[in-house]
């Protein structure tokens, strides 16, 4: 028991005379009066003591340009992999560099007391590099080369030529397929109306009711077609223009008078802002959701319309609200997709590729999509679009750039 006290006692002993010793060490850090400057240690000559000299500037010079490209380049390039690992490098070679520099003013300034402490530091970073070189190594060999990203961005380049072709030949197929689908549906159209014009007074009821839901299947089918073209060509085009969405909020709005009238709708929006985009794209993103408002309004009660805009730094997020039936929260996804209804025909009109098209319109220009609603209260889509729009034909060209340099 006696001599665990004891071991106890000395070790508090051998602390207390060690942080003695530490306090010292700083108390005195500036302190030169214990040594002489080296040119008066040993048989210095001249030659031997400014080569020694000069060597040490030269190696602290060095190595203080290493560090500085190397905080140069962390700092411009940015999103640098393992950055932490490039400021680790950097104290070190700094640190390493003072000492040299200390090596040279000690011929003058005996200052050992800092000199050490410098090397101490220069220790300690040294290993904590040596430790990040170690845990990050595996990361720092999956990195690629300068040889591997130009092999996948040929292969982006070429996906890319790839798919702008195929997309030219699915929009060249969808104008072809719609015109010659919506020719014959216009004949059938006609025929049936100067059938009944001609034989309507011999027909009966039931002959007449068929006549009507043929042709209005047809008239249907027409607008479903004219809809799928629509689909397909938002996105299409590659230069962007400013969108002044107050001009063309009014011409949406001159073009719907007569539902606004036969509803007694009322549209009331905010000042709207100027965007790059597609004149024709936003205009088929804030009709459709315009029109949506004006036709799911309930019985009996006016459509109220309301569109806002708030700018959030790098985007502007939108939203048009409305007074009208609302959607149960489990649809609030589905309603986004092609061809997807929530009500019968005989109760609401539509093909189903309205809220589709305006989603399609969102993710090609980056921004997001979404709604949120009350039954027999109203619903409001809340959209975004950012202010700078990276659109995929900016990528390709981007990418064709880099190749050329």
């Not at 003013?105 to 050490?116: D, G, H, K, T």
Request: aromatic share 12%.
């Amino acid at each position: 028991m006696a001599s665990g006290k004891t071991g106890c006692t000395l070790s508090v002993i051998v602390c207390y005379l060690i942080m003695q010793q530490v306090i010292d060490f700083f108390r005195r850090l500036t302190d030169m009066s214990d040594w002489p400057p080296r040119w008066f240690c040993g048989t210095w000559s001249d030659f031997h003591g400014w080569l020694y000299i000069i060597s040490d500037l030269t190696i602290w010079l060095a190595y203080m340009a290493i560090p500085l490209i190397l905080v140069r380049f962390v700092i411009i390039k940015k999103g640098v992999p393992l950055s932490g690992v490039f400021w680790l490098f950097g104290a070190f070679i700094l640190l390493c560099g003072l000492t040299h520099l200390i090596d040279a003013m000690m011929f003058w300034l005996p200052a050992y007391r800092i000199n050490a402490l410098i090397r101490f530091l220069t220790g300690i970073v040294s290993v904590a590099t040596v430790i990040a070189l170690i845990r990050y190594f595996n990361e720092a060999v999956g990195l690629r080369t300068s040889r591997e990203y130009d092999r996948e961005l040929s292969y982006r380049q070429l996906a890319m030529q790839e798919l702008t072709r195929s997309n030219q030949e699915l929009q060249q197929f969808a104008y072809v397929a719609s015109h010659d689908l919506q020719s014959p549906l216009k004949t059938i159209t006609s025929y049936l109306t100067l059938f009944e014009a001609k034989h309507g007074a011999q027909l009966d009821s039931d002959a007449r009711r068929l006549i009507t839901v043929s042709a209005t299947a047809a008239e249907r089918m027409r607008h479903l077609i004219s809809d799928l073209l629509e689909f397909s060509r938002v996105g299409s085009e590659v230069a962007f223009t400013p969108v002044d969405l107050n001009r063309l909020v009014d011409e949406i709005t001159e073009e719907l008078q007569a539902e606004i009238q036969a509803t007694g709708a009322t549209i009331d929006k905010s000042v709207l802002p100027t965007v790059l985009g597609h004149s024709s794209d936003l205009k088929q993103l804030f009709q459709n959701l315009i029109t949506n408002a004006i036709k799911y309004r309930r019985p009996g009660v006016a459509p109220q319309i309301r569109i806002q805009v708030m700018d959030e730094l790098h985007q502007y997020r939108f939203a048009i609200s409305d007074n009208g039936i609302g959607i149960e929260r489990q649809y609030f996804d589905r309603v986004f997709q092609i061809f997807q209804r929530l009500h019968g025909r005989n109760e609401y009109s539509g093909t189903g590729i309205g809220l589709a098209t305006c989603k399609k319109v969102i993710d090609i220009y980056g921004g997001q999509i979404w709604l949120d609603s009350v039954v027999d209260s109203g619903t409001t889509v809340y959209f975004t679009i950012p202010k700078v729009i990276k659109h995929l034909h900016q990528y390709a060209k981007a990418d064709s750039l880099h190749s050329l340099n």
